[in-house]
Nanobody
């Protein structure tokens, strides 16, 4: 079992930046592939970014590529999402997800077993 907890959400103006943090415990962090997803009420959960257990493979959705950066610190057991040049359409609940490392880094919700409660990000225009 893996416990996942996000933090760092908030209210920011368009063009601003936020950094989300995800703490994972219960299993060796370096054995986990990690990802960020987001969801707006009434819509399906959307993939944002993913990083492999060793950090050597990273994937982004087209909507955030070039603006968001996913990183991890395997010593601290922590995942990060640096979000720059935020837009109102980035407003959503952002959730951290984890799964045991796999050959192919997953970008769909069904590939991840463990989820946090989410943190709200609101970008005002």
């Amino acid at each position: 079992q893996v416990q996942v907890t996000e933090s760092g959400g908030g209210l920011v103006q368009a063009g601003g930046s936020l950094r989300l943090t995800c703490l994972a415990s219960g299993r060796i962090f370096s054995s986990l592939d990690m990802a960020w997803f987001r969801q707006v009420p009434g819509k399906e959960r959307e993939f944002v970014a993913a990083i492999s257990w060793g950090g050597d493979t990273i994937k982004y959705s087209d909507s955030v590529k070039g603006r968001f950066t996913i990183t991890r610190d395997n010593v601290k057991g922590t995942l990060y999402l640096q979000m720059n040049s935020l837009k109102p359409e980035d407003t959503a609940v952002y959730s951290c997800a984890a799964r045991s490392s796999a050959i192919v880094l997953g970008t769909t919700e069904s590939r991840y077993n463990f989820w946090g409660q989410g943190t709200q990000v609101t970008v005002s225009s």
